[in-house]
C-alpha cells in the first residue's frame, strides 16, 4: 500500500514526516532519503503497535491533491512511502510439509 507523506523543513531544524492516512504517525531525518526512509520504518511500527493492542487496521489513502489542500500540509514536499501490509498479517496460516524421517 502506498501511504503519502508530507515532508517539512524549518531553517535550523530536521526534515519532519508526517504520514496523514495513518493518525499518529511522525518521522523525521536529517536528510530528505533518511526521513523518507524513517517515515516506513513508522508506518510499519505504529502498524504492528496497533495490531499488538488489537485494534482494527482499516487505513485508506489520500490523494495527494485533497491533501495539499489542508492548512497544515500547504507549503509541505510530498512522497510516497510503500508498506505491504500483508506481511504484518498475524493471523495463522497452515502449510503442509514433508521432511525427511531423520529430522
Not at 503519502?4 to 530536521?14: E, M
Not at 502498524?47 to 491533491?65: C, V
Request: charged share 25%; with cysteine; hydrophobic share 40%.
Amino acid at each position: 500500500m502506498l501511504f503519502p507523506i508530507a515532508i517539512h523543513k524549518d531553517r535550523g531544524t530536521s526534515y519532519g514526516v508526517t504520514v496523514p492516512d495513518v493518525p499518529g504517525c511522525f518521522s523525521y531525518g536529517d536528510t530528505v532519503e533518511e526521513a523518507i526512509s524513517n517515515a516506513k520504518e513508522a508506518v510499519v511500527g505504529h502498524i504492528e503497535t496497533l495490531l499488538e493492542l488489537g485494534e482494527p487496521i482499516d487505513f485508506k489513502t489520500t490523494a495527494i491533491e485533497e491533501l495539499r489542500t489542508q492548512d497544515a500540509f500547504r507549503d509541505a514536499a510530498w512522497g510516497y512511502v510503500e508498506v505491504d501490509l500483508s506481511e504484518l498479517d498475524s493471523k495463522p496460516e497452515r502449510v503442509n510439509i514433508s521432511l525427511p524421517r531423520f529430522v
